[in-house]
């Protein structure tokens, strides 16, 4: 019986060595604002840019692999936004799994936070590895809003989306002449709170010049007008089903192509 109970302490001592959400995270951290300050000094005084949109890579790792290859053989992009759900359940291991593939992109890149990156400790992870949630950054003469909208996540306990962040980005109108907002969850899905989704469409609409929504999280690559308001909502589609999209901006506005690899 001691033998027995001694090779049992010894396999759960090895099944438990790591916890699956221990935030003991080793390698690359504060991903987001390195990558920033790249972005923001290869698009100064630039007015046109090429950027990839993708999106909910979850544990589609072939899928995601075949879709950085795809914009790595491309000469025309300037830099990458995902728009989160980089893991499944939030776990430490998926977080590095996820943060070494996407670290093989030869562009620059920013990552959003998805309700799936949430779970367990996920968030901590997240603001670890890639820093806080609501972000903002400039390229060219275009601001970049990127805002967190998983309300489910904190059963709707906490202000999400931070209207206080947005009147941040609101006040400093002088960056940029345009604006973009980014966001995982849209208006009207599970995720956002939507007794809030009306002010957040107030709000957005007095950031300065603001040309589009792009989000993440329903696995779709629509374009919607969720406000009949003439403010469009682009969809950007999951690894699983093998396409993204890339915006070219220009001074006289944008156009979006979706690609297929």
Known sequence: MLFAALLLAIACDKVFDVHPYDLDIKGEHGINEKNINIIQQYMRGRDTMRVAFIS??????????????????????????????????????????????????????????GNHDFLGTGDQAYMYMYGPMDFSFVAGDVKFVCINTNATEYDYMAPVPSFDFLEQQIADSLSARRTIVVMHAPPYSDQFNNNVAKPFNYYIHQLRGLMCCIYGHNHNNTVEEFFHDGLLFYGIDCAEDR???????????????????
Request: contains cysteine; negative net charge; aromatic residues 16%.
């Open 56 to 113: 909910d890579t979850h544990s589609w790792y072939s899928e995601t692999k075949a879709e950085i290859l795809n914009l790595n053989m491309r000469g025309d992009i300037d830099f990458v936004v995902h728009c989160g759900d980089i893991t499944d359940y939030g776990t430490t291991n998926e977080y590095i799994w996820a943060r070494d593939l996407l670290q093989t992109l030869i562009h620059p890149y920013v990552t959003l936070v």
């Open 243 to 261: 396409n993204y999209r890339i915006f070219t901006i220009t001074p006289q506005g944008y156009e979006q192509e979706l690609v297929y690899y």
